[in-house]
């Protein structure tokens, strides 16, 4: 168990819905990372959160986007789904970002049909 | 501009067959951190190690163990006498001091038959 917690860990929507996706950090970590794993694009980075403060931008669609709660969990809305979306969704968290590995959740596996 | 290749998309041995992965990166920073991480079947990511810049030390963790090279820009891993349980994908990733960005490679499978 790695600590990262994220929900719901399976979701099954329609097109055009919205989404949110939960990510709870290990306790006393500062960062949060968002990577999206579909079958032909392996891991993609969508965006990275230290303290509440979006640190880093990977290639994430105008359709997505994330927020870090004081509580330094983070929510990932993803609205207007296509079923290209149809992804695993992960998060992960570090101490502090660069110098730390970074400890990922069991994903969330997004069906859009 | 950073970027990680992981050239091997797939690979197939016997076990007790040493095998190893290659990673192969790249970045303008002098100050950066090389990590990999094993996926088995099951999905969730696995963190194994990481390195920074300025250790070229090899490391060694029982059957695993990693080469870090400057000169060749390649960091890469070697599981001896492979087991069945070695099945997975493996991701070597990398951040650079100065994006905040943890990029990984595209992944390399890895399948051990017995």
């Known amino acids: 168990d790695s600590g990262v917690t994220q929900t719901p860990k399976h979701l099954i929507t329609a097109t055009g819905q919205r989404v949110t996706l939960r990510c709870s950090p290990r306790?006393?970590?500062?960062?949060v990372y968002w990577y999206q794993q579909s079958l032909d694009q392996g891991l993609q980075f969508l965006i990275q959160?230290?303290?509440?403060?979006?640190?880093a931008k990977g290639n994430i669609l105008e359709r997505f986007s994330a927020q870090q709660f004081p509580d330094l969990h983070s929510e990932l809305n993803l609205s207007s789904l296509e079923l290209g979306d149809s992804a695993l969704y992960f998060c992960?968290?570090?101490?502090?970002?660069?110098?730390?590995?970074?400890?990922f959740g069991q994903g969330t596996r997004l069906t859009v049909v | 501009a950073q970027k990680v290749t992981q050239a091997q998309t797939e690979i197939s041995v016997v076990e007790k067959e040493d095998v190893t992965l290659d990673c192969v990166y790249e970045?303008?920073?002098?100050?950066?951190?090389l990590f990999w991480y094993k996926q088995p079947p099951s999905g969730e990511l696995v963190f194994l190690i990481r390195?920074?810049?300025?250790?070229?030390q090899n490391e060694i963790s029982g059957r695993y163990s990693w080469n870090f090279q400057k000169s060749t820009s390649s960091f890469n891993f070697t599981i001896t006498a492979s087991q069945v349980v070695d099945s997975a994908v493996y991701f070597c990733?990398?951040?650079?001091?100065?994006?905040?960005?943890?990029?990984f490679g595209t992944g390399t499978r890895l399948q051990v038959f017995p």
């Open positions: 970045t303008r920073d002098t100050t950066y951190y």
């Open positions: 959160y230290y303290n509440g403060e979006e640190r």
């Open positions: 990733a990398l951040i650079s001091y100065n994006t905040d960005k943890l990029i």
């Open positions: 306790s006393g970590d500062l960062s």
């Open positions: 390195r920074n810049s300025f250790d070229e």
């Open positions: 992960a968290s570090s101490s502090i970002g660069r110098n730390t590995e970074a400890f």
